[in-house]
């Protein structure tokens, strides 16, 4: 009887195995995998290729295409632009976006619902349409091609995002705990600071790396409000650049893309740790 079980369990299990919507699933994932695969393996193949083209090809090896980018300071100084811009960015947005989620979080009132419907209304609006009044606002304050300025405006943009991000976070952290260090007399920026910050950690981490990410990346602000080429960061620079020589040049095009992301992989791979595991703020109010 026994036997005669697990041979049906085994027959239904093969059954299982081969279904069509199983072979679907699979042939869907792997059409999937083989979208993102492709465009990677052409940029591997393409930045190490002396004649590089748009297809796929079997590279004739160089190291030129990387050498390009570093002869004449092509790269180096526009990436450190972009460095200087996706830190600044990044440390305003996450700073300010994090004191507003802890009173939004904390803090209800009448205009509370509201404004967060501002908010998220505001992560969603296009930055483009805001460039032309921006541009006049910038001429209008004597501040256009300057970099704290346009620092301002890129974290202005992304703080939208980061006071939404955080705020769920920061609900998720047991509200015992403030009003605890409240009795023992502490103030709200101590309770952010001491509590609410080091227990938001990860989501803390996420909205810095999605600030980032979105400054790192970003063309349109800097094409627009800086002009000077000492100024620009690496993306506006390298359009310029492949501009100037009259035809795409897809080896260095590719050798740029491998050296651009590469501060994007370190950045991931050092906020890691925060950005795995779940999250276990139940545990700080035992006892």
Do not use: C
Request: charged share 10%.
């Amino acid at each position: 009887m026994l036997a005669a079980n697990d041979s049906a369990a085994t027959a239904r299990a093969a059954r299982k195995r081969v279904s069509p919507g199983g072979a679907i699933q699979h042939i869907a994932l792997a059409a999937i995998t083989l979208i993102f695969l492709v465009p990677m393996l052409w940029v591997l193949s393409a930045s190490i290729d002396a004649r590089a083209s748009f297809a796929i090809q079997w590279p004739h090896l160089t190291a030129g295409n990387f050498q390009g980018l570093f002869t004449g300071n092509v790269l180096l100084h526009p990436l450190w632009n972009s460095l200087v811009l996706s830190v600044g960015t990044t440390a305003l947005a996450t700073v300010a976006g994090s004191a507003a989620a802890y009173v939004l979080s904390r803090h209800r009132s009448w205009y509370t619902r509201g404004y967060l419907f501002i908010i998220l209304f505001a992560t969603g609006l296009p930055v483009q349409l805001l460039m032309i009044p921006a541009y006049t606002l910038f001429i209008q304050l004597n501040v256009l091609d300057s970099v704290p300025a346009t620092i301002l405006f890129l974290s202005a943009t992304s703080l939208p995002f980061a006071i939404w991000l955080l705020k769920n976070f920061i609900d998720n952290i047991p509200l015992e705990l403030d009003e605890a260090a409240q009795v023992d007399g502490a103030g709200a920026m101590t309770r952010l600071r001491v509590i609410i910050l080091p227990l938001a950690a990860p989501g803390i981490a996420v909205a810095a790396m999605f600030t980032f990410l979105n400054a790192w990346g970003q063309f349109v602000i800097p094409y627009i409000l800086l002009q000077s080429p000492d100024k620009l960061p690496a993306a506006v620079s390298i359009y310029q650049y492949m501009a100037a020589q009259g035809r795409v040049q897809y080896g260095p095009l590719a050798a740029f893309t491998l050296v651009f992301s590469l501060p994007v992989l370190l950045l991931y791979a050092g906020l890691s740790r925060f950005l795995t595991g779940a999250f276990n703020f139940g545990s700080g109010v035992k006892g």
